[in-house]
């Protein structure tokens, strides 16, 4: 009924300024899609996903001057620009019933 | 001493539902030997309802929802819309004296000739929404107040505290577009309890974002919990609010005795939220405290509980 009976307690997490490299490295590692992005004492800063690194890279149409260059510069891009800050949050206490609610009205 | 009305009706009593049912006569019985029985009783300003004008219900209900309510009042129907909403033949006529007798303690609040007032009321309002019956709730007594001080009165700021112990969702749903009604529930976490609604994540909506505030509690909880809930959110949102007139949707049902929830009050934190409430009234709204009855269902917790609120209304803070 209550969240921290279903949630996952220890989360793997980037923050703000790790490179989206080192994201979409954690994801293909640990076979994740969602990354919670936390500041020094762990507050929830934003959220980053699969999709916005896909969608943060550049087009196979991409030309540059110097092959790949471009996907090199956005590997190194903080996660900081392409996170959605401020997701929606729900605390251990808080139940399913609230959560389903909360996932129905932002979905 | 503060000149406190109360409003007592025996047309009341006739909204009849069943034996079996929590919302009956008796509660207000009960009501009245506490506080009409009391040593301050000849201090009390009685007031008397006379029926409200339509204009004034309309201000919160769909006139065809009410035109539904009166066809079955007349057609002998036995609930409306919910089978726990249970209807006789006068049901209708109650209830728009209920809300009369609420404008007109308002009335005399707002003229000056009471500080305060408690609506001995029934049946009760604060589930009741726009065009749908629930919870023992047919008219929205609260709601219509606080629409009526607005426009009769041009209160621009009303704070609604609701006390009782479930979510008052119809008042929630006549302002949660509305800047200048702060509406306030402290209720058992909808998960557990009717009607399922009043999360925390329920803040209002377009211009009356951040005008509703939600505050829930576990059942099996009780005094320690309501104080510091009611400590974080109740008080620094009238502080920033600035209410200049303060309602409370006044249901009893919180107490340890009333079967109606899990949650686990005492009768002296009663008193200490009402307390609160009076203090709060008095820094911003000039002690204007409109205390509206909604829930309680043990008849006999009833008597003390209704007489130690009306006398924190008289004594004051």
């Known amino acids: 009924m209550f969240v921290r009976y279903s949630m996952t307690a220890s989360v793997i997490t980037v923050t703000s300024e790790d490179s989206l490299e080192k994201a979409r490295n954690l994801m293909k590692t640990n076979r994740i899609r969602h990354l919670p992005v936390v500041d020094e004492i762990n507050r929830v800063l934003g959220i980053v996903t699969d999709r916005d690194i896909r969608l943060a890279a550049p087009s196979l149409l991409e030309i540059s001057c110097e092959p790949g260059s471009e996907r090199k510069r956005i590997a190194q891009m903080p996660v900081e620009a392409i996170m959605t800050k401020d997701p929606v949050t729900i605390r251990p206490e808080d139940t399913l019933q609230d959560a389903l609610i909360l996932i129905s009205i932002y979905a | 001493m503060r000149k406190t009305g109360f409003l007592y009706e025996k047309q009341y009593l006739q909204h009849i539902t069943s034996p079996y049912h929590p919302e009956v006569p008796e509660r207000l019985t009960a009501i009245w030997k506490g506080v009409l029985e009391a040593d301050y009783a000849d201090k009390l300003t009685i007031i008397n309802a006379r029926p409200a004008e339509g204009k ?39 209830a728009i004296l209920a809300v009369g007798g609420v404008l007109e303690t308002a009335k005399e609040m707002m003229d000056g000739k009471i500080d305060n007032g408690f609506c001995a ?27 009526y001080l607005q426009m009769e009165y041009r209160v621009e700021r009303i704070m609604i505290a609701d006390i009782d112990v479930h979510h008052g969702n119809g008042t929630q749903m006549a302002f949660e577009t509305d800047p200048g009604v702060f509406y306030y529930s402290i209720h058992e976490h909808p998960s557990f309890s009717f009607p399922g609604t009043g999360r925390e994540f329920e803040k209002g909506r377009d211009n009356g974002y951040g005008f509703t505030m939600n505050a829930t509690v576990l059942p099996g909880k009780g005094d320690k919990e309501y104080r510091e809930i009611l400590e974080k959110t109740l008080l620094p949102a009238a502080d920033a609010f600035r209410p200049q007139v303060v309602l409370v949707s006044m249901g009893f049902d919180a107490h340890k005795e009333d079967e109606m929830s899990g949650i686990r009050l005492t009768t002296p ?23 509206i009855l909604e829930g309680g269902y043990e008849v006999d917790t009833l008597a003390e509980l209704s007489h130690n609120h009306v006398e924190i209304l008289m004594k004051g803070t």
């Not at chain 2, 049946?123 to 629409?147: D, K, Q, S, V």
Request: aromatic content about 12%.
């Open chain 2, 56 to 94: 004034w219900v309309q201000t919160v209900h769909h006139l065809q929802y009410v035109y539904r309510l009166k066809k079955a009042c007349e057609t002998g129907m036995k609930d409306f819309d919910y089978p726990d909403n249970r209807l006789c033949g006068k049901t209708l006529d109650i």
């Open chain 2, 121 to 147: 009321i029934r049946p009760p309002g604060h589930h009741a929404e726009y065009n749908r019956a629930m919870g023992f709730c047919y008219l929205n007594n609260t709601a219509i107040a606080a629409r």
């Open chain 2, 269 to 291: 934190c009663f008193t200490w939220i009402m307390e609160r409430i009076m203090e709060m009234a008095d820094r911003y709204a000039g002690g204007r405290v409109l205390s």
